[in-house]
């Protein structure tokens, strides 16, 4: 096996899944926004409702589809770089990302069109009914994803048989107490992903002095929802904690930076981790509140990593800085959602511009709160694919050269770069034209006899952006 093309192999899926995780991210909570834009549309009969769903349903569409484009490489990978991977795994994996396509892409695809052409030609009720099916298959989609990553960091419910993982037990695959911890925080992550990102169109939009409206309504649902969901998440974060301290103790001390067993145990605020002398530099940390954290004990006794052989230790200064990074993030959410909706309350939110411009240029956390909680979980499983049976080192194809996975990294590179400047440009344009970009008309009027002619009124939209 050449080390280069495993460090080549692996930078190469941290690039296609970093990139990819932002669209689904986003999606998920914006299909979740568009449902309740519809519901309220139908229920108080507002108009600036219908107005916002049909902008922010062009986003979407946008979105969705260069989600699409960037993850129909993922599973090329499985088969070109990690080969051994695919075979040993593919029993449980292959009917995992299956079940994908058969509920989720399903769903996706076929009411997503409903959504685009479909308003004048079904009832109300079913077009609700639509974009719901839409919100559901994009949760779904991160639901199989999340039970396929799970069995990757806890593998269970399979037998090992002629070098293959073989299922036994379907129901604890999908049942894991794992999956039920980390699909909701996942779930959750996406769900503040677009409610920040609603609610900074506002702040931007009351910013500009522009379509006041429609930027109140987005400012406070979008920063009421965060103010509700932030709680919860915190909890269910440490509810993901307990099950890296119970199944991966290697990856909780190089979380905490915890190089030798302590009881009880501090907690390591902040420090420089320092591989070769196995200890922190400048640290400063809080006695016992490791211990109180890990175990909910003020006398536990907190495993160390040096209990574990040097070649079984996952890298520490990735994980313990992305944890703290998304921790970070998430609590300065909370102080923007809790305050934001405080000051909405006294009906003061749109005369603190200095709060405005906080919300605008909070839309890239939730981003970097996703990347980084993903670097954590993923670099902190190393030296392990499926952990504990298979080592990434001996996933890899091993006939791979190092020529050939430079070459696949920079064609990616590339393409990705090319799709995500046209798609964040056109985004962009989407979102500058605002709610009122078709001249206050609703994409939908007038009603195109054929479908595919709804195209002719593309150049429109599109210079109404500009």
């Known amino acids: 096996m050449d080390p280069t093309a495993l460090l080549l192999s692996r930078l190469q899926f941290a690039f296609t899944?970093?990139?990819?995780?932002?669209?689904?991210?986003?999606?998920?909570?914006?299909?979740?926004?568009?449902?309740?834009?519809?519901?309220?549309?139908?229920?108080?009969?507002?108009?600036v409702y219908r107005t916002l769903f049909e902008f922010w349903l062009?986003?979407?569409?946008?979105?969705?589809?260069?989600?699409?484009?960037?993850?129909?490489?993922m599973a090329f990978q499985f088969g070109t770089n990690w080969s051994v991977l695919s075979r040993m795994s593919g029993p449980i994996q292959g009917p995992l990302l299956s079940y994908e396509t058969f509920t989720a892409f399903m769903l996706e695809a076929g009411f997503f069109g409903i959504l685009i052409f479909g308003r004048p030609r079904v009832p109300p009720w079913f077009y609700l009914f639509s974009t719901a099916m839409v919100a559901l298959g994009t949760t779904l989609s991160a639901f199989w994803i999340m039970v396929n990553n799970s069995w990757m960091q806890v593998p269970t419910g399979y037998v090992l048989e002629n070098g293959q993982f073989v299922p036994n037990d379907w129901a604890q695959i999908i049942f894991n107490r794992v999956v039920w911890v980390r699909f909701p925080h996942m779930l959750l992550a996406s769900y503040l992903t677009g409610a920040f990102c609603v609610a900074a169109t506002g702040a931007w939009y009351l910013l500009r002095r522009t379509y006041r409206a429609e930027a109140h309504v987005m400012l406070r649902m979008g920063l009421a929802l965060a103010a509700v969901l932030l709680p919860v998440q915190l909890f269910i974060g440490h509810l993901v904690g307990d099950y890296v301290h119970?199944?991966?103790?290697?990856?909780?001390?190089?979380?905490?930076?915890?190089?030798?067993?302590?009881?009880?145990?501090?907690?390591?605020?902040?420090a420089i981790p320092d591989s070769a002398t196995e200890s922190n530099r400048y640290a400063i940390s809080i006695p016992v509140l490791g211990s109180i954290i890990g175990s909910m004990s003020l006398t536990s006794k907190e495993v160390g990593l040096t209990s574990f052989a040097p070649q079984d230790r996952p890298p520490v200064a990735i994980p313990f800085f992305a944890f703290r990074i998304m921790v970070g993030c998430g609590f300065?959410?909370?102080?923007?959602?809790?305050?934001?909706?405080?000051?909405?309350?006294?009906?003061?939110?749109?005369?603190?511009?200095?709060?405005?411009?906080?919300?605008?240029?909070?839309?890239p956390l939730p981003w970097?709160?996703?990347?980084?909680?993903?670097?954590?979980?993923?670099?902190?499983?190393q030296p392990w694919t499926v952990y504990g049976v298979l080592r990434t080192a001996n996933a890899v194809t091993p006939f791979l050269t190092a020529s050939a996975a430079l070459t696949?990294?920079?064609?990616?590179?590339?393409?990705?770069?090319?799709?995500?400047?046209?798609?964040?440009?056109?985004?962009?344009?989407?979102?500058?034209?605002?709610?009122?970009?078709?001249?206050g008309k609703p994409l939908h009027v007038p009603v195109p006899n054929r479908p595919m002619s709804l195209a002719d009124k593309m150049p429109a939209i599109v210079e109404a952006g500009e």
């Not at 932002?22 to 139908?42: D, K, S």
């Not at 979380?255 to 390591?268: F, K, L, N, T, Y």
């Open 17 to 47: 899944i970093s990139f990819h995780i932002i669209f689904p991210a986003f999606t998920i909570g914006l299909a979740a926004w568009l449902t309740v834009l519809e519901a309220m549309h139908q229920y108080t009969g507002r108009p």
């Open 332 to 363: 300065v959410m909370l102080g923007l959602a809790w305050f934001g909706s405080w000051l909405g309350l006294k009906h003061r939110l749109e005369r603190s511009r200095l709060l405005l411009w906080g919300i605008f240029l909070s839309f």
């Open 58 to 73: 062009k986003i979407f569409g946008v979105a969705f589809g260069m989600g699409v484009v960037s993850g129909v490489v």
């Open 368 to 381: 970097i709160a996703i990347l980084t909680g993903w670097y954590t979980a993923e670099v902190g499983r």
């Open 408 to 439: 696949s990294l920079i064609l990616f590179v590339a393409v990705y770069a090319f799709i995500f400047s046209f798609g964040t440009y056109y985004i962009y344009r989407l979102l500058r034209a605002g709610p009122a970009g078709l001249g």
């Open 246 to 270: 119970d199944y991966q103790p290697a990856k909780f001390a190089a979380i905490e930076a915890r190089w030798h067993d302590e009881q009880p145990a501090s907690e390591v605020l902040i």
